[in-house]
């Protein structure tokens, strides 16, 4: 365990620690619009290393999550993501 883990637990003793719930940001904005074609928005979505994130992390909704993998996959065959980035 990290001392930054130790130092949360404490708190946690003490008072239940805030946490900020994530909500779907496609939810809360309805004009922002899951495209393949944008790798802007997709992105957010995928890991330095080309991983689609997961919901847990991302906070999206079922719902959304499902269209971002859609579009992540999509973007990936016509070379607008990459599948893994090579590390050297
Ligand atoms: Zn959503």
Redesign the pocket.
């Known amino acids: 365990m990290s001392r930054v883990d130790r130092m949360k637990n404490t708190v946690n003793k003490k008072r239940r620690t805030y946490i900020k719930r994530k ?6 904005d309805k004009t922002l619009e899951i495209d393949y074609k944008s790798p802007r928005i997709l992105r957010h979505f995928i890991t330095e290393r080309g991983k689609i994130i997961p919901r847990r992390i991302s906070g ?6 499902r269209e971002i993998t859609t579009a992540i996959k999509r973007a990936r065959n016509i070379a607008i993501l990459s599948f893994t980035t090579v590390m050297k």
Not at 23 to 28: A, G, K, L, P
Not at 60 to 65: F, G, I, L, R
């Open positions: 909500v779907c940001r496609f939810c809360v999206n909704c079922a719902k959304h999550q």
